[in-house]
């Protein structure tokens, strides 16, 4: 059997998707926004409870990485043969750490798990059963986080750091194939990223209905940029929007906006400002209870994280600009080293 040499002028580093990412966040915010929207609404669905959802991708994580250090590879299609999961024995202390929750906490959850039948002990086995839940295979997820992928791809490709041509269906099919691998990355990647905002927004239906209003707000911004952008040498139209306060930043060099100036513009931008959403229309977006969104919508507003705009729709506030987005760009760190290793994965393949 001939052994695989690899070119290593060819692969990328964490250092180089990260910059690139944040240099590029103009063609990526929206597209991220909208991926981490879709994930965090399966993780509800699954339970109508986050925590839950948490909790059960955090022990397939360490099963995921048992199988790793043992080289087990497994593909979609074997991975998802069976009704149920065998996992790794763990304890209550094991998790706490890991999802930085109360004892009590987990505690309750695991019990509520174990009545609703989805942890079971089976012989001397801890088994997740698939059957006792509404489980959602990532079908849909890995069709955005290929998409995803693909726009690092190439804008690392523009650059000249990234050589190999890439379409979703190669990126998916290779995802599946190493699918043990390629998903144990993928929530190496989420469980700190969303543990994070549990600790800045006190729960996780706190930070999704606040994301739910992010999303909302960036979709207003881009589809207004997208116009300007498509127009910018129709003068009579940059005129229209000059006369008007939505002319947002577009002289901002060219169009072009890295991570800080996306996210500025989604909060100043008066198209975006005057564009809000409704505790209605959130609860209709997430399937969470309008009145659980309005309760946490005003936990948002007096703590500076929303406010109401004068068509009595929540807004995302200034205050955004100091607090999250430091954070995000720190844990943007792992979301970097997820897309490295899929990306140098891909080149190999």
């Known amino acids: 059997m001939a052994i695989q040499q690899i070119d290593f002028t060819k692969v990328v580093d964490d250092d180089q998707v990260y910059n690139h990412m944040m240099a ?24 109508k409870d986050h925590y839950k959802y948490m909790i059960i991708i955090s022990l397939v994580e360490k099963t995921l990485q048992f199988y790793d250090q043992m080289n087990i590879k497994l593909s979609y299609e074997q991975f998802y043969s069976k009704s149920y999961l065998h996992i790794e024995k763990f304890n209550i202390a094991e998790l706490c750490e890991k999802l930085q929750l109360p004892k009590e906490t987990v505690r309750r959850k695991v019990l509520e798990l174990e009545k609703l039948g989805v942890l079971k002990r089976m ?5 997740i059963d698939r059957r006792s839940f509404s489980f959602i295979k990532p079908e849909n997820q890995m069709k955005y986080t290929s998409r995803y992928i693909i726009q690092i791809a190439e804008i690392l490709s523009k650059e000249k750091l990234y050589s190999k ?10 995802i599946k194939k190493n699918f043990s691998l390629t998903w144990r990355w993928f929530y190496r990647m989420q469980i700190p990223m969303v543990i994070g905002y549990h600790e800045m927004f006190d729960d996780l239906t706190t930070f999704h209905v606040w994301g ?4 909302n707000q960036a979709f207003n911004y881009s589809s207004t940029l997208n116009k300007l952008n498509s127009h910018k040498n129709d003068n009579n139209f940059m005129n229209s929007y000059r006369d008007n306060s939505n002319y947002l930043d577009f002289q901002r060099k060219l169009f072009k906006g890295d991570y ?47 406010k109401l705009n004068e068509k ?9 600009v100091q607090r999250v987005l430091p954070y995000q760009k720190l844990i943007f760190k792992n979301k970097a080293k997820f897309i490295r290793k899929v990306l140098n994965l891909l080149t190999i393949s």
Not at 265 to 279: H, P
């Open 24 to 47: 590029n966040y103009d063609q990526l915010g929206k597209d991220w926004i909208g991926h981490q929207w879709k994930w965090m609404n399966a993780v509800y669905q699954a339970f």
């Open 123 to 127: 012989r001397k086995q801890i088994i």
């Open 165 to 174: 041509k890439l379409d979703t269906k190669f990126v998916e099919t290779t």
């Open 212 to 215: 739910t209003v992010c999303m």
């Open 260 to 306: 800080m100036k996306f996210n500025e513009s989604i909060i100043k931008g008066d198209k975006a400002r005057s564009n809000g959403v409704s505790a209605m229309s959130v609860s209709d977006m997430t399937g969470i209870p309008r009145a659980t969104v309005i309760r946490k919508c005003k936990f948002l507003i007096n703590n500076n994280y929303l």
């Open 312 to 320: 009595k729709q929540y807004i995302l506030t200034g205050f955004n």
